[in-house]
Each structure stands twice: as structure tokens, then as C-alpha cells.
């Protein structure tokens, strides 16, 4: 597919933004905390920590090129499928804590974003084409787990929101957890999918503004702040990614029913 049929800017965001987090990963020589789980423990961490923003600089950078493209989405799915799969071991000894899963998800998130664009760049003939948008949709599962942790935690959140946001921060949570539900019911359904799918992208670019770019000039030093800062920007470009897809879907569907429309009449002649 060539990369002009690949329709908005959302693979662009999507590649910048892992650049972003490669470069933060680069600079920290660490892995983002506490999202790419690896422990400290683990043997030459500091290099694996390197080559695995390596990884996400080449693949955000592959995805600027018509050429090298489906190569970069490749690549950042399966650095992202691994961080996926380092959470698995936590969900088996404490499956009760949420906040395993709710880390699993965003992680998930990120993964479906690059595979997403591995459908959207592979020949519109092939199988992996054609699941493009049951994967679209399947991201709609961790939407579900985004508004499900406002709630599970929603005390906690509430003191995420900027005071200053009237009317209140608890106010602000509920509405953001029932914003995704509504999102995810929108997605899984087809029903104003895609207005829901821009709106939920603009909502987590909103977290990034009004939540995580305070916390890193609140504590510029901080590895945690600048990690939050990354990784929310690139769930926000998955988020993109996704809703990119959804119009694609929506752009051809008149044009697939046309065609049938106009076969039929040729069948009847």
C-alpha cells in the first residue's frame, strides 16, 4: 500500500512520539517507569535499557518513509507486544490488583496502535489487511480499562485533576470514566465511531496538557514525570492511529456499496 492511501497524520504522531519516548529512555539510560516493567535486578539493564529506545527512535523514524514504513509499525508493535507480555507475570501472582491490569492495558494500547498501522501498510490484498478493522476495534477493550481504573481508583484520580478545574475534581473524574465507557461502547458498536474515536484521542492529548506536562515542570528532574510524559504522548498517538483507521473505514464503506450496487446492476443487464 502506498503511503499516500494511508490516510491522516496519525502514523506520523504515532512514530514522533515514540522517538520522543526513545529519546527519553536514551537521555535516563532506563526503561519508562513504571510502564516498561523490567526490574532492577535484571542483568545488564542499562544497556538493554538503551537498545530498547534504539528500537523505538529507529521505528518512529522508519514510519517517516514510504519505504521503511510497514517496517517501523513492525517494529514498534513487537517492542511494544514485549512490554505487553513483561506484565503478564505480576497479573498471575496478583490477578485482584487492578492496577496490573490497568498498566497491561495501556501497554496493549500502544501495541494495537503499531499493528493497526501494520494492516493499514500491508497489500490491501492480504489477510492482515482485511483484519484492520477488527483491530481498530479490539482497542476499544482498553478504552474499557482506562474508564474502568477512574472509578476502581477514583479518589486517587481525583487528585490527578488540577484543582483549578471547577467544578471539582471528583466531578472531572467521573465524567472522563463514563467519556471512555461511552467511547469504547462507540468503537465496539460502529455507532458515531468515528466522532467518538477523535474525541477520545483529543481527551488523552488533553490528560498529556493538563496533567502530565505540569507534573514535569513541577520536578523537571524527575524520571517518573518525563516516563508519565512519554508514555501518555504515545497512547494519545495510538489513540490517533485508531481513529485514522475508523475514517479510512468509513471513507471506503459508500465506496464498497457503490461497487456492489453497480455489479448488481451489471448481473441484471
Not at 527519553?24 to 519508562?32: K, P, S, Y
Not at 482497542?139 to 477512574?150: D, K, L, W
Not at 471512555?180 to 484521542?201: K, Q, Y
Not at 506536562?213 to 516516563?227: Q, T
Amino acid at each position: 500500500m502506498q503511503r499516500s492511501q494511508v490516510s491522516g497524520i496519525g502514523m506520523y504522531v504515532y512514530g514522533a512520539t515514540a522517538i520522543a519516548l526513545g529519546v527519553i529512555g536514551l537521555v535516563w539510560r532506563d526503561f519508562a517507569t513504571n510502564w516498561q516493567r523490567v526490574g532492577p535486578d535484571v542483568p545488564h539493564r542499562v544497556l538493554l535499557a538503551c537498545l530498547a529506545a534504539v528500537v523505538e527512535v529507529c521505528g518512529g523514524l522508519a514510519l517517516f518513509s514510504r519505504r521503511t514504513a510497514r517496517l517501523g509499525a513492525s517494529m514498534l508493535a513487537l517492542f511494544y507486544a514485549v512490554c505487553v507480555a513483561l506484565w503478564v507475570p505480576r497479573l498471575v501472582a496478583a490477578p485482584a490488583v487492578y492496577d496490573g491490569w490497568g498498566n497491561f492495558f495501556e501497554e496493549t494500547s500502544l501495541m494495537i496502535g503499531g499493528l493497526v498501522l501494520c494492516a493499514a501498510l500491508a497489500p490491501p490484498d492480504s489477510v492482515f489487511a482485511r483484519r484492520e478493522s477488527l483491530i481498530s476495534r479490539l482497542y476499544a477493550i482498553c478504552v474499557i480499562s482506562f474508564g474502568a481504573e477512574h472509578f476502581i481508583y477514583f479518589s486517587g484520580a481525583a487528585t490527578w485533576v488540577p484543582p483549578w478545574l471547577p467544578p471539582g475534581q471528583k466531578f472531572w473524574v467521573a465524567v472522563t470514566g463514563a467519556c471512555f465507557l461511552l467511547a469504547a461502547a462507540s468503537i465496539l458498536t460502529g455507532i458515531l465511531s468515528g466522532i467518538a474515536s477523535t474525541l477520545l484521542t483529543i481527551m488523552i492529548l488533553l490528560f498529556e496538557a493538563l496533567v502530565w506536562v505540569p507534573k514535569l515542570f513541577a520536578a523537571p528532574h524527575d524520571h517518573f514525570a518525563w516516563s508519565g510524559n512519554g508514555i501518555c504522548l504515545v497512547m494519545g498517538a495510538a489513540a490517533w492511529v485508531v481513529a485514522d483507521s475508523i475514517h479510512r473505514r468509513r471513507e471506503r464503506l459508500p465506496l464498497r456499496q457503490n461497487a456492489e450496487v453497480v455489479q448488481r446492476q451489471s448481473a441484471a443487464v
